[in-house]
C-alpha cells in the first residue's frame, strides 16, 4: 500500500489533454515539494517534474505539474503514444523521515 | 555527466543477507547536500523507499523496513552499499540507486538490478 494514492490507469487519444492525480496526506504533499517520474517499459524511473511544476531540461513543455493543499496533478497535452508509460509522484514526508512514493498510473494512448 | 549503477547478486535463497552496490560518477558523496537512496519495484508493482545516505553520513531507513537494511558509504571508492538481511521471495524486485542533489527527491536514477529470491 503506497503513501500516495494515484489512479491505476489513466487513458486519452492522440492530442488530448490527460490529467493524473496524486492526493496525499499534511506531512508529506502538505508540507514539501511534489516530483513525477515517468517511467517507459522496461526501463528505469526518469525524473519529470520537480518542486511541484518545474521541468527539467529536455522534458517537453507539454507537461506541466501543479499543487494545492494535500493533492497534486500531472497533466498532459497534446497526448502522444510515446507517453504511454507508468507515472509516479513522490514527496518528502516528515513523519517517517524518508521518501514516499504513489501506487503509478498506467497511461495509455488508445 | 552523473551516472550510477548497482551490481550483486541475482538470485539469493531465502534467508540469506543480499549485499548491493552502487558505483557512481559525476559527482562526489562528499559534497555538501548530496545524498544516494536505494528504491525497490517487486515486478510489476510501484516503486518503494528502502533507504537513504547523505554527504555528513546521515542515514535514513523505511521504517517498515529498518531492522533489516544497513546502507553505508565509501565516498573514495564512489560507492553505496547496501545490505538487506533475512531475505524472503516477497523482497524479489528491481533494486536502483539513485543520486540526490539540489533535489529533495532523486534525480538521476540508476538501470536497476532484478534480485530473485527463491530456494
Known amino acids: 500500500q503506497s503513501v500516495l494514492t494515484q489512479p491505476p490507469s489513466a487513458s486519452g487519444t492522440p492530442g488530448q489533454r490527460v490529467t493524473i492525480s496524486c492526493s496525499g496526506s499534511s506531512s508529506n504533499i502538505g508540507s514539501n515539494y511534489v516530483y513525477w517520474y515517468q517511467q517507459l517499459p522496461g526501463t528505469a524511473p526518469k525524473l519529470l517534474i520537480y518542486?511541484?511544476?518545474q521541468r527539467p531540461s529536455g522534458v517537453p513543455d507539454r507537461f506541466s505539474g501543479s499543487k494545492s493543499g494535500t493533492s497534486a496533478s500531472l497533466a498532459i497535452s497534446g497526448l502522444r503514444s510515446e507517453d504511454e508509460a507508468d507515472y509516479y509522484c513522490a514527496a518528502w514526508d516528515d513523519s517517517l523521515r524518508g521518501w514516499v512514493f504513489g501506487g503509478g498510473t498506467k497511461l495509455t494512448a488508445l | 555527466q552523473i551516472t550510477l549503477k548497482e551490481s550483486g547478486p541475482t538470485l539469493v535463497k531465502p534467508t540469506q543477507t543480499l549485499t548491493l552496490t552502487c558505483t557512481f560518477s559525476g559527482f562526489s558523496l562528499s559534497t555538501s547536500g548530496v545524498g544516494v537512496g536505494w528504491i525497490r519495484q517487486p515486478p510489476g508493482k510501484a516503486l518503494e523507499w528502502l533507504a537513504l545516505?547523505?554527504?555528513?553520513?546521515?542515514?535514513r531507513y523505511s521504517p517498515s523496513l529498518k531492522s533489516r537494511l544497513t546502507i553505508t558509504k565509501d565516498t573514495s571508492k564512489n560507492q553505496v552499499v547496501l545490505t538487506m538481511t533475512n531475505m524472503d521471495p516477497v523482497d524479489t524486485a528491481t533494486y536502483y540507486c539513485?543520486?540526490?542533489?539540489?533535489?529533495?527527491?532523486?534525480?538521476?536514477w540508476g538501470q536497476g538490478t532484478l534480485v530473485t529470491v527463491s530456494s
Open positions: 518542486r511541484n511544476n
Open positions: 545516505i547523505y554527504w555528513d553520513d546521515d542515514k
Open positions: 539513485a543520486h540526490r542533489g539540489g533535489h529533495v527527491l532523486p534525480d538521476y
